[in-house]
């Protein structure tokens, strides 16, 4: 599986922004998601995932109530979207799949995720 994400760019704060990950193959379907950001000098951390079904979805505390995950398995691509964003949401954000759990586990922690994207910058001006 091959990932693709796009759509970050320069925010202002208090403004929004939607990240999508596109992935290649045609098992999208099975694969759980997940979105991971990493700033500079900090470790990589969950932002979210969801699971293949897509009836489940985990947040991590720092986004819970701003940050959304959808998936699409027709289009073979997962979104965040981000609202109410703040300067400490500046990072690069990966997407992640993990072919794993049941139809309603969400991976949460990186060695659980099996493919990686290149990341997305997101710039969250004060």
């Known amino acids: 599986v091959q990932l693709q994400a796009c759509g970050g760019g320069l925010v202002q704060a208090g403004g929004s922004l939607r990240l999508s990950c596109a992935a290649s193959?045609?098992?999208?379907?099975?694969?759980?998601m997940g979105w991971f950001r990493q700033a500079p000098g900090k470790e990589r951390e969950f932002v979210g995932g969801i699971s293949w079904s897509g009836e489940s979805t985990y947040y991590g505390d720092s986004v819970k109530g701003r940050f959304t995950i959808s998936r699409d398995n027709a289009k073979n691509t997962v979104y965040l979207q981000m609202n109410s964003l703040k300067p400490e949401d500046t990072a690069v954000y990966y997407c992640?799949?993990?072919?794993?759990?049941?139809?309603?586990?969400?991976?949460?922690?990186?060695?659980?995720?099996?493919?990686w994207g290149q990341g997305t910058l997101v710039t969250v001006s004060s």
């Open positions: 193959g045609r098992t999208f379907s099975s694969y759980a």
């Open positions: 992640a799949a993990a072919i794993r759990g049941s139809s309603s586990y969400v991976p949460r922690r990186k060695y659980e995720y099996d493919y």
